[in-house]
């Protein structure tokens, strides 16, 4: 006999609907009860049971084909539900083929990133997948999980890049709207988008404002102030200060001048959260969203030294007047006739020039001033995580070229774009930008080809086996010492002879080995992060351990690229590499002859 409608509702109702795959559980049963008897599949068919897990696992989408799919479904949530789960099963065979092989990645790459912020639920799932033990505390992976998909790290490393992909495409997208005059850009949605190239999505830089506005609105009804312009007893400068007080009582402040020039003061990410201390364009960011979001006409100014913000006063009696939210310590709030005035006057600039940097500044020169900061920050020398500026320099020559759309930045952008924005980033939204023939279109173009090309090299299989292969010598995965330079290195490729071009050879004094140019060379990683091509005469095998394998992994960010896990021996510290899926189809037979080597 089966339960009546309502109990079997009830059971539904308190399913728990999850973000993680383990929320997979309770779609399970609403599966199984569509799927049964004419009552079940009743109750399994209700609307309202299906929205807490929407929405528990979708918090992103492109805006317009969700409109459509809610206006097909009539907003119908088991059936918006249905339509996020097809657009996922897409993605994730879109995902498999990426991982599987090279041949047909780059348009798989392609065809993924283009469906945006539909996939970014599904890939952020994938992206956080357990890792294998020996690996998790390189990937602070708290888990304990005894099951662990096949080449995890490979399929985190390339969801975690797509995802990176998407939100660069978004924040070039959006700088460019702005550079064309569209006034729905603001500054705060601008500058948060500098976490995009980081991979954050700007949904999560929206909800850290939203929590932040929350707690000031908070803060500020406790100290009874008086929140609607227009009714008795409010007063903004009296707001402003009390925003300046939140702001110190949350632990945003001035950084100390030894950490001045830490990178991680560029990025909303970071000092909205574990770097609160922070530059004056930062906290001037986090004031504005801030006294935005309470009804305040706050904005940056470009000011000499040190950026302020500027408040609109809501009385037309009343002057502007600015926050210098970095030094709140020593004065927070600054006259226009008085303080202000001085202060420009005392960088030497005349009355008469004086209104660029006192009035309200758009997001470009705010945005020009990001990038100055990150080229001092690193010319400062000042250490980036795992020593690598790839992308704080990548963030900065893209804005100088958005910005300024002069050639030389296309080439100091393309230095540091990776493989996968070369086929999505730059065709998808920084290409178009520039008027075909232009001299910075035909660089990026250029620069497409050249990646697709160099990509296409790698396709074909080599076979060890073949009559032309069986002199070469090291396998994939091998760990070596260069017997000159003695730096560590790890093979991710070979060449049964010196495939470089004349003018290397000769610069490398190739010609001068014992073996020359037609001997096996070796394309490697090099311990401190760099791409190696080295021939077989210079590599002195290593026995190597875990401790030395694990080295390469913080120095080689695409390392799960080519290997997805490390395997150890039971009876020695020997350890080895396991060649990831399109490098094990790139040079099917070294896995096994390493393996033996070892």
Request: net charge negative; with cysteine.
């Amino acid at each position: 006999m089966e339960l009546p409608l309502d109990i079997l509702i009830s059971i539904l109702e308190h399913l728990p609907a999850s973000h993680a795959a383990n929320g997979e559980e309770s779609i399970l049963v609403f599966i199984a009860f569509l799927e049964a008897s004419s009552l079940l599949r009743e109750a399994a068919k209700i609307s309202t049971l299906w929205q807490p897990h929407y929405s528990a696992r979708y918090h992103h989408c492109n805006d317009y084909e969700d409109s459509q799919r809610r206006s097909e479904t009539k907003g119908d949530w088991r059936l918006l539900y249905a339509a996020r789960r097809r657009i996922d099963r897409k993605a994730l065979s879109l995902l498999d083929r990426i991982v599987q092989q090279r041949n047909g990645q780059l348009d798989h790459v392609a065809a993924l990133c283009s469906m945006s912020f539909d996939v970014w639920d599904v890939l952020e799932i994938e992206a956080s997948q357990p890792v294998p033990p020996l690996l998790r505390a390189f990937y602070n992976d708290p888990s304990d999980a005894s099951s662990v998909a096949p080449h995890a790290i490979t399929r985190r490393y390339w969801a975690r890049t797509i995802l990176e992909s998407i939100a660069r495409i978004y924040a070039v997208n959006l700088w460019d709207r702005q550079q064309r005059g569209d006034l729905s850009v603001t500054f705060v949605d601008s500058f948060s988008a500098l976490s995009c190239f980081s991979g954050f999505s700007p949904k999560y830089i929206s909800l850290l404002f939203e929590n932040l506005i929350s707690r000031c609105r908070e803060h500020l009804t406790q100290k009874n102030c008086v929140l609607l312009p227009g009714e008795p007893g409010y007063n903004v400068v009296d707001l402003c200060t009390q925003i300046c007080h939140f702001m110190a009582r949350e632990g945003f402040g001035a950084v100390e001048p030894h950490a001045f020039h830490n990178i991680n003061n560029i990025f909303p990410h970071k000092y909205l959260t574990t770097n609160k201390k922070s530059i004056p364009i930062s906290l001037v960011h986090i004031f504005v969203a801030v006294a935005r979001g309470l009804g305040i006409s706050a904005s940056p100014i470009d000011f000499p030294q040190r950026v302020l913000a500027h408040i609109s006063s809501p009385d037309p009696t009343a002057d502007d007047f600015y926050v210098d939210v970095f030094g709140a310590e020593t004065k927070m709030i600054l006259s226009l006739r008085e303080d202000i005035v001085n202060l420009v006057m005392r960088h030497g600039i005349p009355p008469q020039s004086m209104a660029p940097y006192i009035s309200p500044s758009l997001s470009p020169p705010m945005l020009l001033r990001t990038s100055r900061n990150i080229l001092a920050s690193l010319n400062a020398g000042i250490v980036v995580a795992d020593n690598q500026p790839r992308v704080p320099l990548y963030l900065a020559f893209t804005l100088y070229l958005l910005m300024t759309t002069r050639e030389q930045f296309a080439a100091r952008a393309t230095a540091y774009m990776g493989l996968v924005d070369c086929v999505t980033v730059l065709p998808q939204s920084i290409a178009p930008i520039f008027p075909e023939g232009s001299a910075v279109r035909e660089h990026l173009e250029e620069k497409r080809r050249s990646v697709i090309e160099l990509h296409s090299r790698t396709i074909p299989v080599s076979l060890r086996s073949a009559p032309e292969n069986q002199h070469v010598k090291f396998h994939v995965g091998t760990i070596f010492q260069h017997k000159t330079y003695k730096y560590k290195g790890c093979i991710c490729a070979w060449d049964n002879v010196c495939k470089q071009d004349e003018k290397w050879i000769q610069e490398m004094n190739v010609d001068k080995l014992p073996h020359g140019r037609n001997q096996p060379f070796y394309t490697s990683f090099s311990i401190d992060g760099s791409e190696r091509y080295v021939a077989e005469d210079n590599i002195e095998p290593l026995k190597a351990s875990l401790d030395m394998i694990l080295q390469f992994f913080p120095v080689i960010h695409n390392f799960a690229v080519y290997f997805s896990d490390i395997e150890t021996e039971k009876t020695s510290d020997r350890a080895r590499l396991i060649l990831s899926p399109e490098l094990q189809r790139a040079f099917p037979e070294d896995d096994a002859g390493h393996h033996h080597f070892l």
